[in-house]
């Protein structure tokens, strides 16, 4: 498939203007900050250009990571009014610089593997960093060593507003503190957004975790939200093989990674919902799966697992015929599928990356084609948006958005 000199000159340009001196913010006004994993494919996009660049937007992600080793999911270099909540509020006052207090779905092994085979291996300390981050998210979201990865707040799942959280979000009690000022309206029309009833929730998780002064052992043992994901798991399933090619290439004993690998192939059947017949996440307060499938659903082959391949064929086959662009991010035949709102059913394209890249690892190629061709069908059509409308293929959320670009640039137009 080829690409127009336009879309291309546009997905440099989106880089470029969102660069900020060392990392990209995914968008101006609606995301000012650096963001993890936003910052993570950016470098996909940088490196087909610029090696140099692609490598400093991870280092300088790195360079925010927490002693425990956690990647915090937004590191605040510079004060930015036209963010809630900010600094202030998430109060990581032991950390400098200032970041959020949680961390999102752990993509850097898998992007600097990618980086690493176009160019060059990276420095010994960055691969450390990297183990280092592995290592936290096993003692601190799956310290029973059950074999999946919990998220403590539905910010580090990456997939924010998704219908998965809303019974887990249901057991927790809002903020007292119910008349702050949202700012990402100014940005974005409200029906693309959470609900206050969300935001209520999403900032008394704010709160609680600041309580502890971010202690992930109390976290884990008492926060009212934690969920396995099978998004956060799947990428850390995948990003601890690349892991090992990694620390093989540099010499390192990559014994622990394998370790923890065969205790996350073994745990991930546990994401498997008879009911709904897909790979739903798990509220580990409960012991109750989501009823629903979600784009993350189709993540195993991209995590290397092959148990019920026929099954998630079948679904995709089915969700493409409720919708016209694939994947969605929440099953569109549910009631609460919403083709606007964050989460709850837009197109994605990093999501759609990694999904067509597990199902060509399968050698399902007719659906790894069909997912890059209407991932480069909405870009094509649209321009370079947060996410996309599966049915009508039009713009959600913000504009000239940095991973929509970068993956055009390494994958979507080629």
């Not at 900010?86 to 949680?102: F, K, L, Q, Y």
């Not at 850097?108 to 998210?137: F, G, M, N």
């Not at 745990?267 to 580990?284: I, K, P, V």
């Amino acid at each position: 498939m080829t690409s127009g000199p336009d879309r291309i000159a546009e997905a440099k340009a989106i880089l470029r203007d969102n660069d900020r001196g060392g990392y990209c913010v995914p968008t101006a006004g609606l995301y000012p900050f650096q963001w993890n994993w936003d910052s993570l494919f950016a470098a996909l996009g940088w490196v087909q250009f610029d090696t140099e660049r692609a490598w400093t937007e991870i280092k300088t992600l790195f360079a925010a990571q927490w002693p425990s080793g956690m990647v915090p999911h937004i590191v605040f270099w510079e004060d930015a009014p036209s963010y809630f909540p900010g600094a202030d509020v998430w109060r990581t006052d032991a950390e400098s610089p200032a970041t959020s207090g949680i961390s999102q779905p752990p993509v850097a092994a898998t992007i600097v593997r990618h980086l690493t085979e176009i160019d060059q291996l990276p420095p010994k300390s960055l691969y450390e960093a990297i183990e280092r981050w592995h290592r936290w998210w096993h003692q601190a979201r799956d310290p029973q060593g059950l074999g999946v990865i919990a998220v403590s707040h539905p910010w580090e799942s990456g997939r924010d507003n998704l219908p998965d959280w809303d019974h887990p979000l249901s057991c927790v009690a809002p903020t007292l503190n119910g008349d702050y000022v949202r700012r990402d309206l100014d940005h974005v029309d409200a029906v693309m957004r959470p609900h206050k009833s969300d935001y209520d929730r999403y900032l008394a998780l704010i709160d609680y975790g600041a309580s502890t002064g971010w202690n992930d052992t109390e976290i884990a043992a008492r926060s009212p939200f934690f969920v396995a994901d099978p998004c956060v798991t799947a990428v850390l399933l995948r990003a601890e093989r690349d892991l090992i090619w990694l620390g093989e290439a540099l010499g390192a004993d990559t014994s622990h990674t394998r370790q923890r690998l065969e205790r996350l192939e073994s745990g991930f059947e546990q994401f498997w919902n008879e009911s709904a017949g897909t790979y739903c996440s798990l509220d580990l307060r409960t012991g109750r799966h989501a009823e629903a499938g979600t784009s993350a659903s189709f993540l195993a082959p991209y995590a290397g697992i092959d148990q019920h391949t026929e099954q998630l064929l079948e679904q995709l086959q089915s969700w493409s015929q409720a919708c016209r662009f694939l994947v969605p991010s929440f099953d569109p035949r549910h009631a609460d599928f919403e083709p606007l709102r964050y989460w709850r059913g837009p197109v994605w394209c990093m999501v759609n990356y990694m999904i067509a890249s597990g199902l060509a690892d399968i050698g399902a190629h007719d659906w790894a084609e069909r997912i890059q061709g209407d991932t480069a069908k909405l870009i094509t059509s649209v321009g370079m948006p947060e996410s996309f409308d599966p049915i009508a293929g039009t713009p959600v959320g913000g504009l000239r958005f940095t991973w929509t670009a970068a993956l055009w640039l390494a994958w979507a137009g080629k």
